[in-house]
């Protein structure tokens, strides 16, 4: 868009050029915010269970309660970065326990 700009202000456009040219700045500076700071959907309630954790499936007697395979019964979404480093925690919480456990 901002090259679009360019090319219709160079052509003596210089409304549309100059509007284009604008909106191309704003859409650059939107899109390095953007891949700087990275989609962050942390802490936000699941969709698919709508932050409970676990889902209802069925009716009348039949019906049941089952963890959300989502978030895993969380009740919240994580990105992926989240997600790597509270598994890391989780494995050097386990390990830890071992060597007290041993002791």
Aim: proline share 1%; glycine share 12%; hydrophobic share 35%.
């Amino acid at each position: 868009m901002f090259i679009i700009g360019i090319y219709l202000y160079n052509q003596e456009i210089f409304t549309a050029g100059f509007i284009l040219g604008v909106m191309g700045m704003v859409f650059i500076f939107l899109s390095y915010l953007y891949a700087r700071m990275g989609a962050k959907v942390i802490g936000t309630n699941c969709p698919h269970c709508y932050g409970t954790g676990y889902i209802n499936i069925g009716t009348g007697k039949s019906a049941r309660e089952e963890t959300c395979t989502v978030c895993q019964g969380t009740g919240k979404m994580y990105d992926k970065a989240k997600i790597h480093l509270m598994k890391e925690k989780d494995k050097r919480n386990e390990k830890s326990e071992e060597k007290n456990g041993s002791l």
